[in-house]
């Protein structure tokens, strides 16, 4: 139930901590709404930053192999922040060189700045 914290503090550091913890309650309930509002304005450019680098990834696919594993990737990419060699070894069922090769394809960040144990994210 509390999924929606990391969110509002996202809202709430855009909202002076004066207006927050003002002594007159209407202050503190406009300033929450605020909370509300900038929380779902971040949300909403995370989403599009989402759906742009989906797109961008899928161009990727064209051309390819219906086979493929690589549009697997990029839904597994999506759904977590950051991803490691051994995760999509497991999540895709490829071999270490594979997961190594399909990373590669999609052109990811490398997140961890380091040559070995390295993992993968979204910009």
Same mark, same amino acid.
């Given at each position: ?8 503090? &996202? ?6 901590? =004066? +207006? %927050?913890?003002a002594?007159? @309650?209407?202050?503190?309930? !406009? *300033?929450? $709404? ?8 971040v ?6 930053? &989402? ?6 990834? =899928? +161009? %990727?696919?064209?051309?390819? @192999?219906?086979?493929?594993? !690589? *549009?697997? $990737? ?8 950051i991803?490691s ?39």
């Amino acid at each position: 139930a509390a999924h929606h914290l990391a969110c509002l503090h &996202l809202g709430a550091k855009n909202i002076p901590r =004066e +207006r %927050r913890r003002a002594r007159n @309650r209407s202050d503190r309930l !406009l *300033a929450s $709404l605020d909370v509300i509002h900038e929380a779902a304005l971040v949300g909403l450019k995370e989403h599009d930053r &989402l759906v742009m680098a989906k797109s961008q990834m =899928e +161009r %990727r696919l064209k051309q390819r @192999r219906t086979s493929s594993k !690589l *549009a697997d $990737l990029v839904e597994f990419v999506l759904s977590r922040p950051i991803v490691s060699t051994g995760m999509i070894q497991e999540e895709l069922k490829v071999s270490k060189q594979g997961a190594l090769n399909l990373v590669g394809e999609l052109s990811l960040r490398e997140m961890t700045g380091r040559g070995r144990f390295r993992a993968w994210g979204i910009v």
